[in-house]
């Protein structure tokens, strides 16, 4: 079945960076576009940025700039580098398969805080 596992994330101070990794299985990988989602409390998920199986990505307004996410097709797994972070990242963020009713993975806390 689909596996979708995120890691990496964790506690981190205003401006500091962390990666975020999902490793993936289940599925073919290599021919699915990708993507990074969040929740924060009290929010609606929302979408961090995206990538197609060319590697071509799209970043939302609020992470452009700070936020970098990649593919790895050989290992099956997707990356998130985030770098400058601020207080307003903090949420719960999700790896997914970017097709309509792809699947989620189950979340990894990010917690940006002094």
């Known amino acids: 079945q689909v596996q979708l596992v995120e890691s990496g994330g964790g506690l981190v101070q205003p401006g500091g960076s962390l990666s975020l990794s999902c490793a993936t299985s289940?599925?073919?990988?290599?021919?699915?576009?990708m993507a990074w989602y969040r929740q924060a409390p009290g929010a609606q998920r929302e979408l961090v940025a995206s990538?197609?199986?060319?590697?071509?990505?799209n970043y939302a307004d609020s992470v452009k700039g700070r936020f970098t996410i990649s593919r790895d097709n050989v290992k099956h797994s997707l990356h998130l580098q985030m770098n400058s972070l601020k207080a307003e990242d903090t949420a719960v963020y999700y790896c997914?398969?970017?097709?309509?009713?792809?699947?989620w993975g189950q979340g990894t806390q990010v917690t940006v805080s002094s």
């Open positions: 997914r398969v970017n097709t309509t009713g792809g699947s």
């Open positions: 990538i197609t199986t060319g590697g071509r990505t």
């Open positions: 289940g599925f073919m990988f290599g021919i699915y576009p």
